[in-house]
């Protein structure tokens, strides 16, 4: 029994509550939210490390065995991606302390923030089918919070939007759930695995397969895949930066994290219909994301769509189901997170300098912020996968999967697409940062310098992810082996079978 | 009794579908409630109906209810509570902002072309 792997959701759940009673005293907050997700960040490091010395771990919560209580598990993807997330989280929080200004501070920013991170980690790590419900409305609560927290009209008129969707979203997620459980009659995700192969010999009953799809859809709004995206342009343009920058680099990757955990976990054994649906959507998000991107002349706006482009790309890896595509989305997946948080965040610099979002409006940044400019021409870079930065080897992956796979056709557009993903960011870069300088209302007060400092940090993190791939690469591999097998997954939280 | 719940539950569904569909925001927050109030019934409805028998696990006990349905829908039950509760609050705050609870006048984003 080893409780390690409860710690990164443990940790910044305590760091919450305590954050509500600190609420008025900024500093103390400040310092409270940092330390704690610095030891965040050092565990999820062990956990990784323990992951990859003994294999899969699991905690049985309040010891009742494995199909029968909540059962954690800590495989190679779900380690990985707390790290990720412990690493975001630290970053935008010390991006927040000259950012997000005083009255957010003392109205429970850094409480929701830490609310924020508990339900992401939990939901990441739980092998139980219901607590992963329960860890997505903590996480969808703590967003709400975030998403209103100030009050503008934008922010209140797009919260009730993003509430209602996802409030739509978690009762198809309980019906889902109860089909399934009516079905399996057990929510322990490696025994719903076990049973649902039991039922299926060969063929999985008709039953299965529209539990599958009600799954995707639950997830997918989640995720922004194509149908299922329209409620995000407008609700990600809503809240301040590096909030943002937690959305956009964490909360639809839960999404695509649970739609690859249940297509590769439950929904495995015939891929003709459901796996084919999920190819099909993922391309046609890679399409919408990619038109959008091209049309808008907003930098947010711009960032967003290429969100749901790159969760067309992961989810693309995904339903091709080779050992090479999913060990692409994998890497895809991380380099996404990493990438788009450091994108949003120096969007949110821009923003701050220039009063607006429009492109239009901004121009010549370059010359008189040119640290700004480089740290954003090389995460332009890394975006589009030039090599060797971190998007290469990932989409690389991918499209070599997709190829095995024989969807030419597909891993034809997952390449296409990066050359107008190259496109749609490089258009923010000429007219945003070259071209003549100009003089912006209240520039001086914007402390760039220190603000600078979370996105350049994530920058040189994607740099060594992309450069150092020979030494991230047998991680990777690890959880896509895993994926690619779930008897392992089962095995390891089962013992028995 | 299945087949009674299950019309009972696309009813609810169906008003709950009708009310989000309308343009006044307290319809819409009711209609949310009315959908959760169906996937409760749903869980408990797939776990299986039993009558005159307790949610025990006895070694001996000739009959019982499976207790995990009413374990679930408890926990979700509380969830749906909170979100209401914040849909209400804020549909009331965005009341006074935006002075308006048609959504149709809720639309668009300002400073953005």
């Known amino acids: ?497 | 009794m299945e087949i009674l719940m299950a019309f009972v539950i696309g009813i609810l569904f169906m008003s709950a579908t009708y009310l989000m569909l309308s343009k006044s925001l307290l319809r819409i927050i009711v209609g949310t409630g009315l959908l959760s109030h169906g996937a409760h019934m749903l869980i408990l409805t797939m776990g299986g109906l039993k009558k005159g028998a307790a949610p025990l696990l006895g070694e001996n006990a000739p009959s019982y209810t499976d207790p995990i349905p009413q374990a679930l829908i408890l926990t979700a039950i509380v969830i749906s509570f909170g979100v209401t509760a914040f849909f209400l609050v804020l549909a009331y705050r965005a009341y006074q902002e935006l002075g308006t609870d048609n959504m149709d006048r809720m639309r668009g984003t300002e400073g953005n072309d």
């Open chain 1, 1 to 497: 029994m080893i409780n390690f792997l409860i710690l990164p959701i443990l940790i910044p759940l305590v760091t919450g509550v305590l954050l509500i009673f600190a609420a008025k005293r900024i500093m103390l907050q400040r310092w409270i939210a940092g330390i704690s997700s610095v030891i965040a960040i050092i565990f999820s490091a062990l956990l990784v490390q323990k992951v990859r010395a003994r294999g899969i771990q699991t905690l049985d919560v309040s010891s009742w065995e494995a199909p029968f209580g909540i059962t954690l598990v800590s495989d190679m993807m779900s380690a990985l991606l707390v790290l990720t997330t412990s690493i975001i989280a630290f970053l935008c929080l010390i991006y927040s302390f000259w950012s997000i200004g005083e009255a957010r501070e003392k109205f429970y920013y850094y409480a929701a923030f830490n609310f924020l991170i508990v339900g992401v980690n939990g939901a990441f790590t739980t092998g139980d089918i219901f607590n992963l419900f329960v860890f997505f409305e903590v996480m969808l609560m703590a967003s709400y919070v975030l998403l209103v927290l100030g009050g503008k009209k934008a922010q209140l008129r797009e919260s009730i939007k993003y509430i209602l969707v996802n409030v739509i979203s978690s009762a198809l997620f309980v019906i889902a759930v109860a089909y399934l459980y009516s079905v399996v009659g057990t929510l322990n995700m490696a025994h719903i695995s076990v049973r649902i192969s039991e039922a299926s010999q060969g063929t999985p009953p008709g039953i299965i397969t529209v539990i599958a799809v009600l799954f995707l859809i639950v997830f997918g709004l989640k995720g922004a895949i194509f149908p299922l995206y329209f409620w995000m342009p407008g609700s990600y343009y809503a809240p301040p930066a590096p909030v943002l920058a937690l959305f956009g680099a964490l909360l639809t990757k839960v999404g695509v994290y649970s739609i690859t955990r249940t297509y590769t976990l439950f929904f495995y054994h015939d891929t003709g219909f459901t796996h084919q649906l999920l190819s099909f959507l993922a391309i046609m998000s890679i399409i919408a994301g990619v038109i959008g991107a091209i049309a808008y002349w907003d930098i947010k706006k711009i960032i967003i769509y290429n969100i749901i482009i790159a969760v067309g790309a992961i989810l693309f890896g995904v339903s091709a189901m080779t050992t090479d595509s999913l060990t692409g989305s994998i890497f895809y997946l991380i380099h996404d997170m990493i990438i788009k948080a450091a994108l949003f965040l120096l969007a949110g610099i821009v923003i701050a300098i220039a009063g607006t979002s429009n492109l239009h409006k901004i121009s010549g940044l370059i010359k008189r912020y040119p640290g700004l400019g480089w740290t954003f021409f090389i995460s332009a870079l890394a975006l589009a996968g030039i090599p060797p930065l971190s998007g290469f080897v990932g989409k690389l992956l991918i499209v070599k999967g997709g190829f095995e796979a024989e969807h030419y056709w597909g891993a034809g557009i997952v390449l296409m697409s990066s050359l107008l993903v190259l496109f749609s960011i490089m258009k923010v870069f000429i007219n945003g940062f070259w071209g003549t300088p100009r003089a912006y209302k209240g520039e001086d007060k914007v402390p760039v310098g220190k603000m600078l400092i979370a996105p350049v940090i994530l920058v040189i993190i994607a740099v060594f992810y992309g450069v150092g791939s020979e030494y991230v690469y047998p991680y990777i591999s690890q959880a896509a082996e895993t994926l690619a097998n779930p008897e392992i997954y089962i095995e390891a939280v089962l013992k028995e079978y």
